[in-house]
């Protein structure tokens, strides 16, 4: 039982450049979330997902994009990489059962550079 | 809007006791605490609901109050494994969402 993963660990774009990042969850949970944490600012949450096939914009969407394909997996996609983009990413998810008053299991974290 | 967290630092010797507090301008429906090591990602710990509910940690306690749109988190007899940095989420209406505190950073010495 793996719980979140998230896929690259690290990784240096260039400004312009695009990429996905993958998170990918196997205790069947139906709400995943994307967060990015900067020094001194706590969490912010980028875009979310209810259940497969849906999502939703968080407090800073602006500048990314999600897919939720299958209940399993959750890809935020950078299209034009800006150095402000330069962060720590967690993936996170939760049953969802009761809502959103739910314990969230976050990923090990994607750390992400923009030259 | 986030919320505030107090103190952002604390340095305790092994055994003491810590408060860490959480404060909203808005009302609440829930209150989530995480705690982060270095490098790590964060793990919950308690999830206080308003109405009185209380779901986690058996070795940490906390309250919330929900007139006041406060929590507070209390760390009893802290171990060296107690050190992090500690964050508050706040729920104010389901929509599944939780907004972040800032964090407070727990430092315990031998």
């Known amino acids: 039982n793996a719980g979140v993963t998230q896929t690259p660990k690290f990784r240096v774009l260039k400004t312009g450049q695009s990429m996905t990042l993958l998170c990918a969850q196997d205790?069947?949970?139906?709400?995943m979330y994307w967060y990015r944490q900067d020094p001194g600012m706590g969490l912010r949450l980028i875009h979310y997902?209810?259940?497969?096939?849906?999502?939703a914009k968080g407090e800073v969407p602006d500048g990314y994009n999600v897919s939720r394909l299958k209940k399993q997996n959750f890809l935020l996609g950078l299209e034009s990489a800006a150095p402000s983009q330069t962060s720590v990413y967690f993936c996170?998810?939760?049953?969802?059962?009761?809502?959103?008053?739910?314990?969230?299991?976050f990923g090990p974290g994607t750390r992400l550079t923009v030259l | 809007q986030q919320p505030v967290q107090s103190p952002q630092a604390v340095i305790l010797r092994e055994g003491e006791d810590a408060v860490i507090n959480c404060s909203s301008s808005?009302?609440?429906?829930?209150v989530h605490w995480y705690r982060q090591k270095h490098g790590e990602a964060p793990v919950f710990l308690m999830i206080l609901l308003k109405g009185g509910e209380q779901k986690g940690h058996d070795k940490i306690s906390a309250s919330f109050n929900e007139k006041k749109q406060q929590s507070s988190l209390y760390l009893t007899a802290s171990q060296l494994s107690y050190s992090g940095t500690y964050f508050c989420g706040t729920e104010s209406r389901s929509n599944y969402q939780l907004i972040w505190g800032a964090g407070t950073k727990l430092i315990i010495k031998p």
């Open positions: 996170a998810s939760s049953y969802g059962l009761a809502g959103n008053t739910d314990t969230q299991y």
């Open positions: 997902s209810v259940g497969e096939g849906t999502t």
């Open positions: 205790m069947n949970h139906e709400y």
């Open positions: 808005k009302a609440l429906y829930s």
